[in-house]
């Protein structure tokens, strides 16, 4: 039987180190050719021309570049059509998952994820499939799912906390307690399903509507 030639691979970083760790894991996977490494938009265009690899494994941000990793994804797709990338980010933030897939990238896998994991994702887009962390789908899942209606009052101290305002100053400002405020808090993270105070005011400030 015929051993199938091994995916040449790209690999887009700006920083050595993860490049190198990358290279690591996937020489010792076996089956794959590292044919170039960039730290740049530039240089990763220009090793994609001179290279032509199968996929392009890339980081999302890209540090000095005129291009971030998910624009450049979607010039080099632009360039060659049948490329498939494959986007290795920090963020689980779900509009990078989103403009990712948008952009034309095959899958988004997490920087801390298993070796194992890394590699199940490079194999599903080399069979032409897509593939998303668990971490991912489970923030992407939960940005596109309805969140709960909030009661006017629940809606008036997001709103409070969007302004920057303490237990205390929402409290006073609303003539309630601070223990009933404390409860209304507790009641929006359940609803919408946050895990922990630091989400809840990451969404107060990102949904809320300020006077």
């Known amino acids: 039987m015929n051993t199938p030639p091994p995916l040449r691979i790209l690999l887009v970083d700006d920083h050595p180190l993860v490049r190198e760790g990358l290279r690591a894991r996937l020489q010792a996977g076996g089956g794959y050719?590292?044919?170039?490494?960039?730290?740049?938009?530039?240089?990763?265009?220009?090793?994609?021309?001179?290279?032509?690899?199968?996929?392009?494994?890339?980081?999302?941000?890209?540090?000095?570049?005129?291009?971030?990793?998910?624009?450049?994804?979607?010039?080099?797709?632009?360039?060659?059509?049948?490329?498939?990338?494959?986007?290795?980010?920090?963020?689980?933030?779900?509009?990078?998952?989103?403009?990712a897939l948008q952009a034309g990238a095959r899958g988004y896998?997490?920087?801390?994820?298993?070796?194992?994991?890394?590699?199940?994702?490079?194999?599903?887009?080399?069979?032409?499939?897509?593939?998303?962390?668990?971490?991912?789908?489970?923030?992407?899942?939960?940005a596109q799912a309805p969140k709960p209606l909030l009661t006017p009052r629940e809606s008036e101290i997001l709103s409070a906390m969007a302004r920057?305002?303490?237990s205390k100053q929402i409290a006073r400002g609303l003539d309630l307690s601070v223990r009933t405020v404390e409860t209304h808090r507790q009641n929006i993270k359940r609803k919408l399903e946050l895990d922990s105070p630091a989400e809840l005011m990451r969404y107060a400030l990102e949904h809320a509507r300020n006077p």
């Open 33 to 99: 050719e590292i044919t170039a490494e960039a730290g740049s938009a530039e240089a990763a265009m220009q090793a994609l021309l001179r290279e032509q690899p199968d996929l392009v494994l890339m980081d999302v941000g890209l540090k000095g570049s005129e291009a971030n990793g998910i624009e450049l994804a979607a010039q080099m797709i632009r360039r060659c059509p049948e490329l498939r990338v494959l986007m290795f980010s920090m963020y689980d933030n779900p509009e990078y998952v989103q403009r």
């Open 164 to 166: 920057g305002e303490s």
């Open 109 to 142: 896998v997490l920087k801390d994820a298993a070796a194992d994991e890394l590699l199940a994702a490079i194999e599903a887009v080399r069979s032409g499939g897509t593939f998303l962390s668990p971490g991912v789908t489970r923030r992407l899942f939960r």
